[in-house]
């Protein structure tokens, strides 16, 4: 900082406060861990309570709008009961601002279906397709019926030799 910044009160105190500025999601855990200490009394710790959710909501810019406060609040649920992977996905994509409950769903269920399991997938037909996937290469009950029969016939082999053939 240079002599003339120093000497301007408002810079110094943005300067100052952006140092120790927290990100939304610290000042979430702030709150979501704040535990009463043997030396503060019940209102001391309330009000340490009512801080730290004020913080958070300022930082998330929520203002004095009730159900965008509902949303955020459903959303960070949300967002608490994500395995890792798809938690880092919405929060790569967030960047600083939040999402509200149907984005971050939607978000989690593309990252989902983009990271099908491979350990769960079954190879059918020449094509490995996962259960959890949706795909043109997926066959229906009743289609993978047909196909084991006519595999069956082209074959020769039957349910005895190791393929299911159902009878219609």
Request: aromatic share 12%.
């Amino acid at each position: 900082m240079s002599l003339v910044q120093l000497d301007d009160y408002e810079f110094v105190k943005y300067f100052v406060l952006n140092q120790f500025n927290l990100t939304p999601r610290q000042y979430k855990e702030r709150f979501d861990q704040a535990v009463k200490r043997s030396d503060e009394t019940y209102m001391m710790f309330s009000a340490r309570l009512r801080n730290n959710f004020r913080y958070y909501l300022r930082s998330r810019e929520i203002g004095e709008d009730f159900e965008r406060l509902c949303e955020l609040m459903i959303s960070d649920k949300l967002r608490s009961c994500l395995p890792n992977g798809p938690l880092n996905y919405v929060l790569a994509a967030e960047a600083g601002s939040w999402y509200t409950t149907d984005e971050v769903a939607e978000l989690a269920d593309t990252y989902d279906s983009n990271h099908a399991s491979v350990e769960n997938s079954k190879f059918v037909g020449g094509a490995n397709v996962s259960p959890q996937s949706p795909g043109r290469n997926r066959k229906s009950p009743v289609m993978q019926n047909k196909f084991n029969k006519w595999q069956g016939a082209r074959t020769g082999q039957n349910s005895s030799q190791g393929l299911y053939i159902e009878s219609s």
